[in-house]
């Protein structure tokens, strides 16, 4: 049997930031997969350069700034100011939609002004459905924020809880909309973004570039976990442990410590997944100017897409496409993607193009299902399993919305109390 001071589960970023901030090298990563780095790897096919999904870093954090300039070189990486759309109604308008109004028809601008100056808020709202009439009024929760929204978490907006995207929702009231009329100012938490030019694993390499190779362990999925004997088991090790860090998804490690309570509770830990596309043609489109697009139609069957070459400044058209589903849909990847060149070609982002490369990811988990009730009872496990020196970060071993830099931040956190010791 190995013995191990901490044994940390997945080699993701919140995996890989722990072992790297903690300072004592009495730890083992195991990961399922046959490579590191989550959701946060990079494809390279036919000269595309891809991410298994979308993602843009906005490092606020000193100390992880600082950690990733001293281990990447700023040659390597591109910096932007954001341009975000929505494709509403045949055209493209900025984002977010709450403080674009004005760009709407006149009919649909009054209607929009109209509910958002007699809607009436509450001191308490029941869902995030709730909250969005509550704070934006009718028209604009019914044309952009509730389809748009429904399409992301593929489920009923009611069984949100009311902060379910917590600081990453663009909140505004009237006098952000009459202001922005005239100053069009984004002041999202995301304006300006950062991206490597080699892909989104180019963080894990940095993550990575420190660490004992022989300190992480691929394709070993832990099947079960004795919280009592402090012994974790894959398909072929047992790990003796005296610290176990999870950044796997919360409900996965319930199931492998009991798998009857998550049986009881598993209706409380709700997610979507989502297919991603990623599409690479033999020239530019004629939309040069967008790095993403937000689209609520509920006809077309993607919410979100991407342009990679208007990020990376190349020469042939480069997409993700995002298509969100039940977590107990069939994905059809066929179908979604003969359906996504049609949407792609009504919308003009497409003519006569001749689709070069593709890839297709199906991430499972994507969007956290964030409940009132889930959140309570989250946060109750969380506590007993701190007694058993079990300790859950990041995205999904938190079980939260949050960013790339959210969950390292988590791995810094807990290293930070360890190291305090």
């Excluded at 589960?9 to 009495?26: C, E, H, K, P, T």
């Excluded at 917590?166 to 304006?191: C, H, T």
């Excluded at 919305?401 to 290293?415: K, Q």
Aim: one cysteine or more; charged letters at 30%; a neutral charge.
């Amino acid at each position: 049997m190995l013995k191990v001071k901490y044994l940390i589960i997945g080699a993701g970023v919140s995996g890989l930031g722990f072992a790297n901030f903690i300072r004592d090298d009495n730890f083992l990563v195991l990961e399922k997969e046959s490579e590191p780095g989550g959701y946060c790897r990079t494809i390279y096919k036919d000269g595309f350069i891809w991410d298994f999904a979308g993602h843009f870093f906005h490092f606020a954090n000193p100390e992880l700034k600082e950690f990733f300039n001293l281990k990447i070189n700023k040659e390597d990486v591109i910096y932007k100011k954001k341009i975000t759309k929505i494709y509403y109604k045949g055209e493209y308008i900025d984002y977010p939609f709450q403080k674009n109004i004005h760009q709407l028809s006149k009919e649909e601008f009054i209607d929009c002004l109209y509910d958002l100056s007699i809607k009436e808020e509450k001191d308490r709202y029941l869902s995030f459905q709730d909250m969005l009439y509550g704070k934006f009024g009718k028209s604009i929760t019914e044309k952009f924020l509730k389809p748009y929204n429904e399409k992301l978490y593929a489920c009923d907006l009611n069984d949100l809880d009311a902060d379910a995207m917590g600081r990453f929702f663009p909140y505004a009231n009237l006098k952000d909309v009459i202001q922005n009329m005239k100053l069009e100012e984004d002041n999202s938490y995301n304006q300006e973004f950062l991206y490597p030019k080699k892909g989104a694993i180019t963080f894990i390499n940095a993550l990575l570039e420190g660490l004992d190779p022989e300190k992480i362990l691929l394709n070993q999925e832990i099947t079960q976990i004795d919280i009592d004997k402090k012994v974790a088991k894959t398909k072929d090790l047992e790990i003796q442990y005296e610290y176990l860090v999870n950044s796997s998804p919360f409900d996965r490690l319930i199931e492998m410590i009991d798998k009857n309570e998550y049986s009881r509770n598993k209706t409380k830990y709700t997610y979507n997944k989502v297919l991603v596309l990623n599409l690479g043609f033999n020239k530019k489109s004629a939309i040069k100017n967008m790095h993403w697009v937000y689209v609520p139609d509920k006809e077309t069957n993607f919410y979100r897409i991407g342009f990679y070459d208007n990020i990376l400044d190349s020469d042939r058209l480069s997409m993700y496409i995002e298509i969100g589903y039940r977590s107990n849909e069939e994905v059809n990847i066929d179908y979604q993607l003969n359906l996504t060149l049609k949407n792609l070609k009504r919308m003009g982002i497409i003519d006569n193009h001749e689709l070069v490369a593709y890839s297709s990811i199906v991430m499972i988990p994507a969007y956290i299902h964030i409940s009132e009730e889930g959140q309570r009872v989250k946060e109750n496990k969380k506590k007993e399993l701190t007694q058993k020196n079990i300790y859950t970060i990041g995205r999904y071993g938190d079980w939260k919305y949050c960013s790339i830099e959210d969950s390292i931040t988590d791995a810094i956190n807990l290293a930070k109390v360890f190291n305090n010791k």
